[in-house]
């Protein structure tokens, strides 16, 4: 109750200094939870999946003369890098998708802005998808996709989309909807797009692809191993396979011809000092005015306390 007529006190006398302060303290808060928003954005990117510290993108080096430029795209058949990660130990499970449409149609032929990307079978279980509906085991047929929770509702308000067929852009061929999937945050790359499984024409695009090892540890003899067999395969000894961490690959810089989102160390870093910063200020602040008011305060409370007795 005082605290309360002392603010009243301070806005009748001292309205501009009181407004001034609290205005300030006001945007100084605003500010520190959009930066806390961003942080948590960056750091928690890619970080939500339950093996996300074993999960890689395979890279492959770019060019036979610098084996240092990575690229993450690795050939335009997925039977291909299947068969370069086969017998190699201490994978777990792997994958591969690319994309293949930007929009699709319903049956009554309305178009969705929604990517089509084909995928591997497993690919969804590298990144554990959860599933609010259908069958998921059906995507292993040709001519089935899974969608996005958020998409079924907004193409099918009135009813499942399990069941319902979709028309990829460019693609003749209609897709079965055989399960529905909860969306992804933001904040992974993994979209939340349809996904449909192969076989579907094998050079359309090319191909990104994933392993989840069993051991975080084992990286760097994951990439010896697979070098060897690319070296084999292509039959150039200068090739050389990276394994980057998902959260890594976020930060990084050095991969050509690379769509995943992007984010910078240093401004993530600089977002933190600032919001360290913007409270420390406010606090200073706050503390200067409340003591700069004391003599004020002291001669309010102590002209209530005379009236009371």
Same mark, same amino acid.
């Given at each position: 109750?005082?605290?309360?007529?002392?603010?009243?006190?301070?806005?009748?006398?001292?309205?501009?200094?009181?407004?001034?302060?609290?205005?300030?303290?006001?945007?100084?808060?605003?500010?520190?939870?959009?930066?806390?928003?961003?942080?948590?954005?960056?750091?928690?990117?890619?970080?939500?999946?339950?093996?996300?510290?074993?999960?890689?993108?395979?890279?492959?080096?770019?060019?036979?003369?610098?084996?240092?430029?990575?690229?993450?795209?690795?050939?335009?058949?997925?039977?291909?890098?299947?068969?370069?990660?086969?017998?190699?130990?201490?994978?777990?499970?792997?994958?591969?998708?690319?994309?293949?449409?930007?929009?699709?149609?319903?049956?009554?032929? +309305?178009?969705?802005?929604?990517?089509?990307?084909?995928?591997?079978?497993?690919?969804?279980?590298?990144?554990?998808?959860?599933?609010?509906?259908?069958?998921?085991?059906?995507? @292993?047929?040709?001519?089935?996709?899974?969608?996005?929770?958020?998409?079924?509702?907004?193409?099918?308000?009135?009813?499942?989309?399990?069941?319902?067929?979709?028309?990829?852009?460019?693609?003749?061929?209609?897709?079965?909807?055989?399960?529905?999937?909860?969306?992804?945050?933001?904040?992974?790359?993994?979209?939340?797009?349809?996904?449909?499984?192969?076989?579907?024409?094998?050079?359309?695009?090319?191909?990104?692809?994933?392993?989840?090892?069993?051991?975080?540890?084992?990286?760097?003899?994951?990439?010896?191993?697979?070098?060897?067999?690319?070296?084999? +395969?292509?039959?150039? @000894?200068?090739?050389?396979?990276?394994?980057?961490?998902?959260?890594?690959?976020?930060?990084?810089?050095?991969?050509?011809?690379?769509?995943?989102?992007?984010? @910078?160390?240093?401004?993530?870093?600089?977002?933190?000092?600032?919001?360290?910063?913007?409270?420390?200020?406010?606090?200073?602040?706050?503390?200067?005015?409340?003591?700069?008011?004391?003599?004020?305060?002291?001669?309010?409370?102590?002209?209530?306390?005379?009236?009371? +007795?």
């Amino acid at each position: 109750m005082i605290f309360f007529k002392n603010f009243l006190y301070l806005l009748r006398h001292h309205k501009a200094a009181a407004l001034l302060n609290l205005a300030g303290l006001t945007v100084a808060l605003a500010s520190f939870m959009l930066i806390v928003m961003q942080v948590n954005y960056d750091l928690g990117y890619d970080r939500q999946y339950e093996n996300a510290d074993r999960i890689f993108r395979i890279e492959r080096s770019s060019a036979a003369d610098n084996a240092t430029v990575f690229s993450p795209w690795i050939g335009n058949d997925f039977s291909t890098v299947e068969q370069m990660t086969a017998s190699v130990p201490g994978i777990a499970g792997e994958g591969g998708l690319r994309w293949f449409s930007n929009n699709v149609f319903d049956e009554s032929e +309305t178009r969705f802005p929604i990517r089509c990307i084909q995928v591997t079978e497993n690919w969804p279980e590298v990144f554990g998808f959860r599933y609010v509906g259908g069958d998921p085991d059906r995507l @292993s047929e040709p001519g089935t996709a899974v969608v996005p929770e958020s998409f079924a509702k907004t193409a099918f308000p009135d009813g499942d989309a399990v069941g319902k067929t979709l028309i990829p852009e460019n693609y003749e061929k209609p897709l079965q909807i055989v399960a529905v999937y909860r969306d992804f945050p933001k904040n992974s790359s993994v979209k939340n797009d349809v996904y449909t499984v192969r076989p579907l024409e094998t050079t359309i695009s090319d191909i990104m692809y994933y392993i989840v090892a069993n051991d975080a540890g084992h990286k760097a003899k994951i990439e010896a191993d697979l070098t060897r067999k690319i070296r084999e +395969t292509d039959g150039d @000894s200068t090739k050389r396979i990276r394994l980057h961490n998902l959260h890594d690959v976020y930060y990084a810089t050095d991969c050509i011809s690379d769509s995943h989102e992007k984010g @910078s160390r240093a401004t993530t870093l600089s977002l933190i000092a600032a919001a360290i910063l913007i409270l420390g200020i406010a606090a200073i602040n706050s503390v200067n005015f409340a003591i700069a008011l004391i003599p004020l305060l002291y001669s309010f409370i102590k002209t209530e306390l005379s009236a009371v +007795t």
